[in-house]
């Protein structure tokens, strides 16, 4: 399959004629577009459904996006930029670059044993990683992975006997903090996504047919059987553990009324730091801070949950006003480029998530593709911060940044 970027300024009616680069050689990609090129020419259909698609009509989506189009920067010169560099503190402990790997379900649709690959992608270069309470692999078996920064991301469902002994094994296994998604409850309603199944929530006949057509995803995905979810199986009914069955069982089991309640309780049990996310309005940011969490990363689930929603970009500089300068404020949501990271870190962010960007790594070419997603936004922040005339993550203010509706109209 070809990816012709069409549109470019560079291109008169496509031409010179462009493509990504979606073969095997890590040596050869440029940027996250090329693994998720290679993603697109990989997975089966209903694979990248769930993986790309949003909510209802997907505007939540496309405002993650277009969220970071609206920041220019306004590039210094004259400034002495030859040691710089992209680390920050994350709880106090020294991480490659401003962010974690995002807590993302179903991995084991991607690839067999997707979680450990994507834990040992962020422990080589030195990110935490964020494990789901719907992920794939036993969360013993990614503590294993040398030198991870292993996190917890809780789904709160059934009775507090689960999310109990979630923690009590989150812990056990050296989970360094907890994030409780607080967005959720209500299972958003992905059209797209939903479209690959029918009404009893079977794959359609052309979704199988389709996943035909990709041999290769099969023999290193499906091959040993569908993923489970080893995590949270015996909490599930004997009759509900199939992979479809499953997921849908726990969405329904998530109680409507989550609280303010219920992070208390939470925050009484488990004494490592703990992150609320999902967050987005001033009031909830207003509330998290006096609530006696760590801290708060704002998002909107990737486009996945509210459908015309803000982005979390947007309501960034306000969120830091609110918290005020020493309180953890992550953000999630449209990472795909250095430059990103950077508006994100310059609007008042201490760091970000990154879900699909790394999710395209792993789709492509496993925790090596992980990795390379990684040194990918590192690579272009070093030489993004070059551009800018900016030497160190700390010298990111929002006067090096201009929003497009703040530009000097053209003549
Ligand atoms: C395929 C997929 C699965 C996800 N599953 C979870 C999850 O299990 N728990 C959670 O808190 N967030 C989940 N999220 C949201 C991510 O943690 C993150 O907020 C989002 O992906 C950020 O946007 P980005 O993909 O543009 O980086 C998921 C996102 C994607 C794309």
């Excluded at 680390?87 to 807590?103: F, M, N, S, T, V």
């Excluded at 004494?271 to 998290?288: H, Q, S, T, V």
């Amino acid at each position: 399959m070809a990816f012709v970027e069409t549109g470019s300024v560079a291109q008169m009616n496509r031409s010179p004629k462009r493509r990504y680069y979606t073969g095997r050689r890590l040596s050869r990609v440029e940027s996250i577009d090329d693994l998720r090129a290679r993603t697109h020419r990989l997975m089966p259909r209903f694979v990248l459904e769930y993986l790309e698609g949003g909510s209802g009509e997907e505007a939540t989506l496309q405002r993650e996006r277009t969220a970071f189009s609206e920041w220019r920067f306004v590039p210094r010169t004259l400034i002495d930029v030859s040691d710089r560099h992209t680390r920050r503190a994350l709880l106090g402990r020294d991480a490659q670059l401003p962010l974690a790997i995002a807590p993302t379900g179903l991995n084991g649709l991607f690839m067999r044993h997707a979680d450990t690959a994507i834990a040992r992608g962020a422990a080589r270069f030195g990110v935490p990683f964020i494990q789901s309470t719907m992920s794939n692999d036993a969360m013993e078996r990614v503590a294993e992975v040398p030198d991870l920064r292993h996190w917890w991301q809780l789904y709160v469902f059934g009775g507090d006997e689960i999310w109990q002994e979630l923690l009590r094994r989150a812990d056990a296994c050296g989970c360094e903090a907890l994030v409780l998604t607080t967005n959720t409850q209500v299972f958003g309603d992905r059209e797209w996504d939903n479209r690959t199944r029918t009404a009893g929530s079977r794959p359609t006949l052309a979704t199988t047919l389709d996943a035909a057509r990709y041999p290769r995803w099969f023999a290193t995905t499906l091959n040993h059987g569908m993923p489970d979810f080893p995590n949270v199986i015996d909490f599930i009914p004997k009759d509900k553990r199939g992979f479809f069955d499953a997921s849908f069982w726990i969405r329904e089991q998530m109680p409507k009324s989550l609280s303010w309640d219920n992070v208390a309780k939470i925050r009484d049990r488990w004494k490592k730091p703990f992150f609320l996310k999902g967050l987005m309005n001033p009031e909830d940011i207003r509330k998290a801070r006096d609530s006696g969490v760590d801290g708060v990363i704002l998002g909107t689930h990737g486009g996945r949950q509210m459908d015309w929603s803000a982005s979390a970009l947007d309501v960034l500089p306000q969120a830091r006003e609110i918290v005020g300068d020493d309180f953890p404020l992550y953000m999630s949501g449209g990472i795909r480029h250095g430059t990103d990271i950077m508006k994100a870190l310059a609007l008042g962010a201490d760091a970000v998530l990154t879900g699909r960007a790394t999710l395209y790594g792993l789709c492509a070419n496993g925790s090596g593709g992980v990795h390379k997603a990684l040194t990918i936004l590192q690579n272009e922040m070093m030489n993004e911060m070059a551009q800018a005339g900016v030497p160190s993550l700390d010298a990111l203010s929002p006067d090096i940044l201009i929003r497009r509706d703040a530009m000097p109209e053209a003549p």
